[in-house]
């Protein structure tokens, strides 16, 4: 956040045709809580968020287990591909045999994903497990290469590496880059001696992990997201949790235990988009449940699993009737295994049989798991929609028979589907309140128009019905869907509404996370990144700031009695308040949507005197700007001061808030 002195002055010679703006705020009436978990992060592998992205594994297809066994990889000389290997759910690996000439090369090349990266001066953990299966010795020459070099030598590191004896071994080694290379390779050449030699889980990580993990996460975007100061962390996802079919749904229990054992899972994100294709986006799996966790530990945020409840994706199998597509009512005992399963991984006793994975992966203390999500964008059906009945809820109600026997402290959170509003969603949200969930999960990405006509929505919620959990949501920008400025103001005049019911409204993460500049399928997207930058867009400093910011009680904010929520005679004006009991500040939200600015007298109600405020903007003039990789920090916050006066009934606080802005007031009380 950039520091500079900002006074905020109230000069009617600038705006006198403009009326003034009371923003009455009751400072001496807590309202509801601020529950921790509001503004949270929401993890999907989409646009390569996983492998290739937050996870730090560089090399593609390390296991060899992709449909085409050698994508990713360049194989020369004389290999074969095997299927015999020590890793049951990972059996291929690559055998490289002497080429029959001493300048002959047998070897393989990875292309990493969109190229392998490395920095002047940083370290790289080489390892792999090897064998002779003939016996003796060999030596694998491993390679940073460029290709593209006009130099002698496309090799820019290198470092031998030993391989001896019959049996499968783990070999590492530490490469150091000389410079800084964006699009390099990694090459092994089988040297030396002529000993065959079969090579599987080959792996290349930076040393500079999050926190030093060997099967670690990007540093910068693991550091970007702690940033954020999350409540809650949902993951793995949306759609992948349900999988084109069920054979691809996200199963849980298959990226926990050993990395080089969690088998390969197909990513529905690689096909789903004609015009943005990639045959090669898999889930290794290396980022996985336990690492899940331990982020969330890491963070210091509620950790939100969601499981499968036994439907396939609804908008790719729209008819649930038809055989395979999703689990019948009969059969989904091992589905709610599962269920219960993870919660026993997450918060059993090291001698249960999950709890015990768990330990045996270097966390026996528990993970004090307390949300869990059933199913993402599910669906009933009305006559008018197929006539398939409640296909959803009823899978939702043998999930929650079960999970409350066994764990009633669980808070369980179903969903009201893909929509904000319409036939589906009318059905589903008064089932979530017969079904008595804990919370359910509501998505909408829509245009401009909607967010500034939707300020109120959740003034009118049923307070008696489950809490709300709003796990999906961004402002997309009608023929204009990319991160730019206007889309992010309106996303934080929404929030508006979000804060000032947070009685009703206990969770809030904007989506997606994560998007690669050379993989992505979907914007506009929180934080972008290439193999070597990221920035953070606009909307990720809008969600920050909320985060930093967001108190612990809501406070009374009103103008002519009403919520200032873009009403009719507001002038584009959305705001809330609230109050922070650890430091005594009241924090006033303000967001002028307007082409114009507006004069605000904000009157503090139950504070008297004179005292300092501080003031952090975020504005911009070009609507449609963003930041960008060579440009990280175009539109971002800048903090700054102004006086608040003594009224004669309150503390007074007068500013004239720029056009397009979103301003955040913080008083000492």
Not at 184 to 194: P, Q, S, T, V
Request: net charge negative; aromatic share 12%.
């Amino acid at each position: 956040m950039r520091k500079i002195t900002l006074f905020c002055l109230f000069a009617l010679s600038l705006v006198a045709s403009a009326q003034t703006h009371v923003l009455d705020v009751n400072t001496k009436k807590l309202g509801a809580p601020v529950q921790p978990t509001m503004y949270g992060i929401f993890f999907e592998d989409i646009n390569y968020a996983a492998d290739g992205g937050l996870y730090a594994e560089m090399v593609k297809n390390r296991s060899f287990e992709f449909p085409q066994h050698l994508m990713g990889w360049r194989a020369f000389g004389n290999f074969e591909v095997e299927d015999d290997g020590p890793f049951e759910r990972n059996p291929h690996f690559v055998r490289l045999k002497y080429s029959g000439h001493r300048d002959k090369f047998t070897g393989l090349e990875n292309e990493g994903f969109f190229g392998i990266a490395v920095k002047e001066g940083a370290t790289y953990r080489f390892s792999l497990w090897a064998r002779c299966p003939e016996g003796g010795k060999s030596t694998l020459e491993v390679s940073f290469v460029d290709n593209d070099t006009m130099g002698e030598d496309q090799r820019f590191a290198t470092v031998n590496v030993e391989i001896s004896g019959k049996e499968w071994k783990k070999y590492t080694a530490t490469l150091k880059s000389p410079r800084t290379e964006p699009k390099g390779a990694l090459r092994i050449f089988l040297a030396g001696d002529k000993a065959t030699t079969d090579l599987e889980h080959i792996s290349l990580f930076p040393t500079d992990t999050w926190k030093g993990r060997e099967n670690g996460m990007r540093r910068d975007l693991a550091q970007a997201l702690f940033d954020m100061h999350p409540g809650v962390f949902r993951f793995p996802g949306g759609c992948i949790v349900e999988g084109t079919d069920l054979s691809t749904r996200y199963q849980w229990k298959n990226s926990v235990g050993p990395v080089e054992n969690r088998p390969l899972n197909e990513n529905r994100w690689h096909y789903t988009f004609g015009h943005r294709f990639y045959p090669d986006y898999f889930q290794s799996y290396g980022l996985g449940f336990f690492e899940y966790f331990q982020l969330c530990e890491d963070f210091g945020c509620e950790p939100l699993p969601v499981i499968s409840c036994g439907l396939s994706c609804q908008f790719q199998n729209p008819d649930p009737t038809k055989p395979g597509v999703h689990v019948a009512l009969d059969d989904l005992d091992g589905y709610i295994q599962d269920a219960l399963d993870l919660v026993e991984f997450a918060n059993g006793p090291v001698d249960s049989k999950w709890g015990k994975v768990r330990a045996e992966m270097g966390h026996p203390e528990p993970f004090n798991l307390k949300f869990l999500g059933v199913g993402n964008e599910q669906w009933d059906y009305d006559e008018a929609h197929g006539g398939y009945g409640p296909v959803f809820t009823e899978r939702l109600k043998k999930f929650n028979a079960a999970l409350r026997a066994k764990y009633p402290n669980l808070k369980l959170i179903g969903t009201t589907g893909p929509n904000s509003e319409g036939w589906d969603f009318d059905l589903l949200q008064p089932r979530m309140k017969e079904l008595k969930v804990d919370l359910y999960d509501e998505h909408y990405y829509r245009n401009e128009k909607w967010f500034l006509s939707h300020g109120l929505r959740y003034d009118s919620y049923d307070r008696k019905g489950p809490r709300v959990f709003a796990g999906e949501y961004a402002c997309h920008g009608d023929g204009k869907k990319w991160n730019h400025f206007e889309t992010s103001l309106y996303e934080a005049a929404h929030m508006t509404g979000i804060e000032r019911n947070a009685d009703i409204v206990h969770m809030a993460t904007y989506a997606p996370l994560f998007a690669h500049v050379e993989g992505w399928q979907w914007r506009p997207d929180a934080i972008w990144f290439d193999n070597l930058r990221s920035f953070k867009s606009v909307s990720y400093y809008v969600q920050q700031l909320y985060a930093t910011n967001k108190g612990t009680h809501v406070l009374p904010l009103t103008m002519n009695g009403k919520p200032v929520a873009g009403q009719a005679g507001q002038d584009g004006l959305f705001a809330s308040s609230v109050f922070d009991k650890q430091t005594g500040e009241v924090i006033v939200k303000v967001v002028n949507t307007s082409d114009a600015p507006q004069p605000l007298s904000i009157q503090l109600q139950g504070m008297t005197g004179t005292r300092n405020a501080q003031i952090i903007t975020l504005t911009h003039v070009g609507m449609d700007d963003e930041n960008t990789l060579d440009n990280p920090e175009k539109i971002i916050p800048v903090e700054g001061s102004c006086q608040v006066d003594a009224g004669k009934k309150a503390s007074l606080l007068l500013d004239d808030i720029p056009a397009k802005t979103f301003r955040i007031y913080k008083i000492k009380k």
